[in-house]
C-alpha cells in the first residue's frame, strides 16, 4: 500500500544485527539486500506518481521484491 515502507529494517527489524553482519560478509547477500531496496525504492517513486509505468510493471515490480524478501528471510534464518 502507499506509504508503506518495506525496506528490510522495517520489515524484519528483530533481525537488525543479522542483516547488518550479513551485509558486510556474505557478498550474495548485500547484492540481494541493494537489489531489493533499488526495487522497492522504485515501487514508492511509482507508488508516489513521480514515474507512471504501466500496471503490470509495477505488479511485476512487486513480485519480484517479494521474491527477492522471502530469499533474503531464507538467508537471514540460515545458521541462526
Known amino acids: 500500500m502507499f506509504g508503506e515502507h518495506h525496506d528490510l529494517l522495517h520489515e524484519f527489524p528483530e533481525y537488525k544485527e543479522r ?3 550479513l551485509k ?6 548485500a547484492r540481494l539486500f541493494e537489489e ?3 526495487v522497492d525504492r522504485e515501487i ?7 514515474e507512471t509505468p504501466p500496471d503490470h510493471y ?3 515490480l512487486k513480485k519480484k521484491r517479494l521474491h527477492l524478501k522471502d530469499e533474503l ?3 537471514i534464518q540460515a545458521d541462526t
Do not use: A, G
Open 24 to 29: 558486510i560478509s556474505h557478498p550474495h547477500f
Open 44 to 50: 514508492r517513486r511509482i507508488e508516489q506518481q513521480i
Open 19 to 21: 542483516i547488518h553482519h
Open 73 to 75: 528471510y531464507n538467508m
Open 58 to 60: 509495477l505488479e511485476t
Open 36 to 38: 531489493y531496496h533499488e
